[in-house]
């Protein structure tokens, strides 16, 4: 197959959900199908329990579980399927935040009973931001579902998405009697006591008589509501769906691997091959021959005995392959990569080659930091893995004095697998961490002590939001350091942060120096 052939047949892309929508049971219906694995229950959650945030043992274990299970690679019909796991876990949403920098569309979960949640907004702005293609699997519907159309304009207007059914159910719960699949004009039943999914029966006209014979009553139904979709709802439209702006909707219900197979041949149908990406310096087609790659993610340490890390590669452009001579950009080293890895399901095998839209695991001793780029020579760089304000901060201090650098460089590395951010107050020198959840500092007093050897001790710092700051006008930026000075910091790349106490403080800085930028996300 030519290497045109190999991006154009690549699929690849994130699952997300707001917890317990369903994200691991749709995942582990869609590897079943790919043939990824044999048996359903062999995909693990990677999922925090609720309640758990002191069960280190359970971190750990998952921490080992979700390496293999962060990128699932499989072949169905004529594609190549690369699925991105995402932590389910909201302290770890910059985890996730990242992972979408690598993937070339969505699908999204939603919870039929439960609609639209706090988790799904946050992940769709993500989304909207990088104009990410999204498809929306509405999951559940063996159970009482809220009304149809109710659903659809939730998502509208809390995603601010436009959304096109390209399923429809008919019933829920007890009564849920499938789903009437628009896309491929056809009926699929739904028997919750059949395990064997039943062939879908071909139904080009809903105004078929014999449509009753396989729903009875519900048929009339289905065909007003049917009507009412085709009266509301303009065609499919596949381009405005690739620019992000047209969600194509499915119902099912995944637990019973309901509705899932449409989804898939839908998915591998209408989402996008790998797009173009964007460096600082110009926009990179995946066609180009030279090759181009960025680390989005970092797993450190995952057997205590050895100091392995996998640097997880994104393709962008061009053929990988194994023991080529590749350039590090940010240190300006070439590097050969001799046992580059590709994840199938739970598997981790060795490879020879890699395409664009293709996630490689790159071992290595330290070298890789979140973010860094990998060309063939050309220098560029990879934008758009953004820090996001952190909104929880404390102070880390040495709570073992013969271990102080055990402790620098424990908190160094964790810091650049990107578990949290490290700030130095410009006031007092000390050093603080901001995370976006409670459970990534205990994560971190947990691997210092478990990995390093080194044990911290945290004070709590009542902050509200760190940003970042710039201006043109240096005297003015002079003027609000000496004025802030007690709420100034650094990042790790020596870049202003303004600390501010209260979203009042912020909004009164804003007002007053109105030509400071205020950054929200460390990308700007
Ligand atoms: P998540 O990754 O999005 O957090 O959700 P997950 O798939 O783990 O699903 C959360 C719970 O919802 C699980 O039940 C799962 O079995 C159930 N579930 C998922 N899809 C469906 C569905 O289509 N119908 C129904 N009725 N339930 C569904 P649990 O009891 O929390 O976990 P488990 O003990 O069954 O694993």
Known sequence: ?????????????????????????????????????????????????????????????????????????????????????????????????????????????????????????????????RKTPVMVFINKLDRPSRDTFSLLDEIEEQLKLKTRPLSWPINSGADFKGVYNIYKRSLNLFDADVQEIQPAIKFEDVNDPTLENHIGNDAIELREELELVEGVYPEFDREAYLAGELAPVFFGSALYNFGVQELLDAFVEIAPSPKPSFSEEREINPEEEGLTGFVFKIHANIDPNHRSRIAFVKICSGRFERNAVYKHIRTGKNMRISSPTAFMASQKEVIDEAFPGDIIGVPDTGNLIIGDTITSGEDVHFKGLPSFSPEMFRYIENADPMKSKQLAKGVDQLMEEGVAQLFTSQFNGRKIIGTVG???????????????????????????????????????????????????????????????????????????????????????
């Not at 758990?52 to 019909?77: C, K, L, N, W």
């Not at 399927?81 to 969505?106: C, K, M, W, Y």
């Not at 004070?459 to 940003?467: I, R």
């Open 1 to 129: 197959m030519g290497f045109k052939e190999e991006i154009k047949r690549r699929r690849t892309f994130g699952i997300v959900s707001h917890p317990d929508a369903g994200k691991t049971t749709l995942t582990e219906k869609l590897l079943l199908f790919g043939g990824a694995i044999r048996v359903a229950g062999a995909v693990k959650s990677n999922k925090i329990k609720k309640g758990a945030t002191s069960d280190f043992m359970e971190i750990e274990r998952q921490r080992g579980i979700s390496v293999a299970t962060s990128v699932m690679g499989f072949e169905y019909r004529d594609y190549k399927v690369n699925i991105l796991d995402t932590p389910g876990h909201q302290d770890f949403q910059e985890d996730t935040f990242r992972t979408l920098t690598a993937v070339d569309s969505v699908i999204i979960v939603i919870d039929a009973a439960k609609g639209v949640e706090p988790q799904t907004e946050k992940l769709m702005n993500v989304c909207r931001m």
């Open 438 to 524: 409670q459970l990534q500092f205990e994560v971190i007093q947990y691997r210092l002590e478990h990995e390093y050897g080194a044990k911290c001790r945290f004070e709590t710092l009542p902050m509200h939001k760190a940003c970042w700051i710039e201006c043109d006008d240096q005297k003015m930026l002079t003027e609000f350091k000496k004025r802030k000075h007690q709420k100034m910091a650094v990042d790790k790349r020596g870049r202003d942060v303004f600390m501010a106490d209260s979203g009042f403080i912020l909004q009164m800085a804003q007002d007053e120096f109105k030509d400071i930028k205020f950054h929200f996300t460390s990308e700007f």
